[in-house]
Nanobody
Framework: QAQLVESGGGLVQPGGSLRLSCAASGIIFSSYTMGWYRQAPGNQRELVAR???????NYRDSVKGRFTISRDNAKNTVYLQMNSLKPEDTAVYYCNADRERWPSHNVWGQGTQVTVSS
């Protein structure tokens, strides 16, 4: 059974850093594009960053230069390093796995809360 488990969220002051981790099981990790999404109260879920099987990455504009997504295929884990955090980064962060080839398969984690506040 496919499963994604996020960790690393918490409370941090503005300007601080956090590293989120997402451990995958039950999937062929190297065949999936891995992504981080977030959802703040009252807002739609939005893409934060994504990394393909080839290592190619893309980020939403508001996090470019502050966040870095990476993956370790040997550990079936994707990371999101978040630096220079701002209050507007506060949200529940979700890990996502999307199989790159047919048949499609998409998995979501349960989410981890990130709160940026002084």
């Amino acid at each position: 059974q496919a499963q994604l488990v996020e960790s690393g969220g918490g409370l941090v002051q503005p300007g601080g850093s956090l590293r989120l981790s997402c451990a995958a099981s039950g999937i062929i990790f190297s065949s999936y594009t891995m992504g981080w999404y977030r959802q703040a109260p009252g807002n739609q879920r939005e893409l934060v960053a994504r990394i393909g099987s080839s290592g190619s990455t893309n980020y939403r504009d508001s996090v470019k230069g502050r966040f870095t997504i990476s993956r370790d295929n040997a550990k079936n884990t994707v990371y999101l390093q978040m630096n220079s955090l701002k209050p507007e980064d506060t949200a529940v962060y979700y890990c996502n796995a999307d199989r790159e080839r047919w048949p499609s398969h998409n998995v979501w984690g349960q989410g981890t809360q990130v709160t940026v506040s002084s």
